[in-house]
């Protein structure tokens, strides 16, 4: 969580990073000892655990009773479903742009690639770059078509 909204760098690394083709998760195309990344071309890094985010006083941004938003989010490339934890009533600019984290953190997360139906993650813990979101929904306020 620290890491992804360090407001003093706009890069990273990343130790024994093996890469492979959303077209193909399972085939190895690379492996790097270190490899460099631009944080704001990341649009979601999915955990193992939720407990993986830290403190929860971090992760939430502070101690606050919390409410829990179910949201649907798409970009051009992802979609991505999950439980928003969000102190107080929902507003989406405030959701947006408010404070200085560009990762928010989502929780029992499902993440889609729209055009390659294969490529799904489902993780407990989530942190997507709200700087990449294009539409954001609330489940609670879809329409049955």
Same mark, same amino acid.
């Given at each position: 969580?620290?890491?992804?909204?360090?407001?003093?760098?706009?890069?990273?690394?990343?130790?024994?990073?093996?890469?492979?083709?959303?077209?193909?998760?399972?085939?190895?195309?690379?492996?790097?000892?270190?490899? %460099?990344?631009?944080? #704001?071309?990341?649009?979601?890094?999915?955990?193992?655990?939720?407990?993986? &985010?830290?403190?929860?006083? +971090? /992760?939430?941004?502070?101690?606050?009773?919390?409410?829990?938003?179910?949201?649907?989010?798409?970009?051009?490339?992802?979609?991505?479903?999950?439980?928003?934890?969000?102190?107080? %009533?929902?507003?989406? #600019?405030?959701?947006?742009?408010?404070?200085?984290?560009?990762?928010?953190? &989502?929780?029992?997360?499902? +993440? /889609?690639?729209?055009?390659?139906?294969?490529?799904?993650?489902?993780?407990?813990?989530?942190?997507?770059?709200?700087?990449?979101?294009?539409?954001?929904?609330?489940?609670?306020?879809?329409?049955?078509?």
């Amino acid at each position: 969580m620290g890491l992804m909204n360090d407001q003093v760098t706009s890069f990273m690394e990343i130790l024994d990073a093996r890469l492979a083709r959303l077209h193909m998760p399972t085939k190895l195309v690379e492996h790097y000892q270190v490899l %460099r990344l631009v944080r #704001s071309q990341i649009f979601a890094v999915c955990l193992a655990r939720r407990e993986d &985010l830290g403190p929860p006083a +971090l /992760a939430r941004g502070g101690f606050q009773k919390m409410n829990e938003y179910s949201i649907h989010i798409a970009s051009p490339v992802y979609e991505l479903t999950g439980t928003l934890e969000w102190a107080g %009533r929902f507003e989406f #600019s405030t959701v947006m742009m408010e404070g200085s984290r560009d990762f928010v953190p &989502l929780y029992n997360g499902h +993440l /889609a690639a729209i055009l390659i139906s294969a490529l799904k993650v489902d993780s407990p813990a989530m942190l997507f770059n709200r700087k990449q979101v294009d539409l954001l929904g609330l489940k609670s306020q879809c329409l049955e078509s």
